[in-house]
């Protein structure tokens, strides 16, 4: 694998790289077959993505169903099957008065065009001094360069390009933590930073409930909730990044709902596709859609060549429905449990500052940082495939796991923490 080294960009890798990556040639179910002959359980679902596990046959089908027609044709001036059944069934799935549906290729993509959205919005309203953004800290939500400006500008992963990027507003990171009792004191900041800036901001945007790669932090709906109550009394757009949180992971079909509420923009992305291809998308309201409208290009001004792409979309719409033909809260409750069971114990552990947990999603914040390589070895060793960042230990496993599959995770996670 020295040509890997030599020429091959990985994520947040430096090239040629000092270390190797793990040679994987298959996957099935849950499990990630090594090079070496080993086998692995993916506890990260390829990055929230592979809800279903690998090689489902479903997936597979409808991939070769659509192959048979065609793997892609252009979506400007074109349509097909596809794509109008996935937006139908996006449509209908997702909270409401989102009604319209943008497709994009990745979920950085599919927020870039969630703050075009916003910025165009405003322009057509006739208030396009409102250029900003107001967020909270700890965000992630991509990494292209309008991404980049609202993820956390300091443990983002972006601080250096801070000079280059447009200046946004920050309200700190929501509390308090999902479970505990909110004050009007937890949104006191967000509430007076929105309200003194009001004329320059275009929208709000957040994750809702879980806070992903910004820190893997769980918050209270009612935070959520003060957002969108504030949002809607200051007429001020409010983009909800689902594209960790989508499809069940926290044990609502978009984070959300645990709060009740519906944002006027949505991102989804990661497991839309069960994790088979790149798509994502943004859905908005119809009044986000006649604001766009009236801005002076009389369009939303984003069109990307694989827009729609009839493979993507084709097993995009299989993983949704195979999705709600599961039982997959039933499963998300017992992966939930079961990570409860195996991780909870390790608060006792000196290494370990805290363990929290929300649907599909089990985290182990240590003391200090995670050994990368040490750590992914002994992992490996145990049959589990995890990717710790920081001081994060954590697992989002498939739903399809079962609590085998989980308490081999949880306990490798406890040999990981017993090793440090
Ligand atoms: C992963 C992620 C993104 C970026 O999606 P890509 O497909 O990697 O571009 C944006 N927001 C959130 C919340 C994410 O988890």
Redesign the pocket.
């Known amino acids: 694998m020295t040509l890997d080294r030599r020429h091959a960009w990985h994520p947040y890798a430096p090239l040629p790289s000092s270390v190797s990556s793990v040679p994987v040639v298959g996957a099935e179910g849950v499990t990630l077959e090594l090079a070496d002959g080993r086998q692995a359980i993916d506890g990260m679902s390829s990055?929230?993505a592979a809800i279903h596990g690998y090689r489902h046959p479903v997936l597979d089908q409808a991939i070769r169903d659509q192959l048979d027609h065609m793997s892609h044709v252009m979506f400007g001036g074109i349509t097909h099957p596809p794509a109008v059944s996935l937006v139908q069934s996006l449509v209908d799935i997702a909270p409401e008065g989102l009604e319209h549906v943008f497709l994009a290729d990745?979920?950085?993509?599919s927020?870039e065009v969630a703050i075009k959205m916003a910025l165009q919005y405003c322009r057509g309203i006739g208030e396009s001094k409102r250029t900003r953004l107001l967020t909270v800290r700890s965000g992630?939500?991509?990494?292209t360069l309008a991404?980049m400006s609202v993820c956390d500008p300091i443990n983002g992963m972006h601080s250096m390009f801070s000079e280059v990027l447009p200046p946004q507003l920050f309200a700190p990171a929501p509390e308090p933590r999902f479970g505990e009792p909110f004050t009007p004191e937890h949104i006191a900041e967000f509430e007076s930073t929105l309200v003194s800036h009001r004329q320059s901001i275009a929208a709000v945007i957040l994750?809702p409930i879980v806070q992903?790669?910004g820190g893997m932090r769980f918050y209270a709906p009612d935070y959520l909730r003060a957002v969108r109550q504030l949002c809607d009394e200051h007429r001020v757009p409010l983009i909800v990044?689902e594209?960790?949180t989508g499809f069940g992971r926290t044990g609502m079909l978009f984070a959300c709902e645990h709060a009740g509420i519906s944002p006027d923009i949505m991102?989804v992305?990661?497991a839309l596709t069960g994790g088979y291809l790149?798509m994502?998308a943004t859905l908005c309201t119809p009044e986000i859609a006649a604001g766009v409208n009236a801005a002076e290009s009389g369009a939303l001004m984003h069109g990307p060549t694989f827009m729609g792409n009839p493979l993507a979309s084709a097993v995009a719409l299989a993983s949704i429905q195979l999705l709600l033909s599961r039982p997959w809260q039933a499963e998300v409750a017992a992966i939930s449990r079961r990570l409860d069971e195996g991780l909870t114990p390790l608060l006792d552990h000196r290494a370990v500052r805290d363990v929290r947990i929300l649907g599909a999603i089990g985290v182990v914040e240590t003391v200090d940082e995670v050994p990368l390589e040490s750590t992914q070895r002994l992992l490996l060793e145990r049959g589990v495939w995890l990717r710790p960042f920081g001081k994060l230990l954590y697992t989002m496993p498939p739903f399809v796991s079962s609590e085998h599959d989980i308490t081999t995770i949880t306990s490798a996670m406890g040999d990981a923490c017993e090793a440090m």
């Open positions: 990055w929230w990745s979920g950085s993509v927020v992630y939500h991509g990494d991404c994750e992903g790669a990044d594209i960790a991102c992305g990661k790149s994502a």
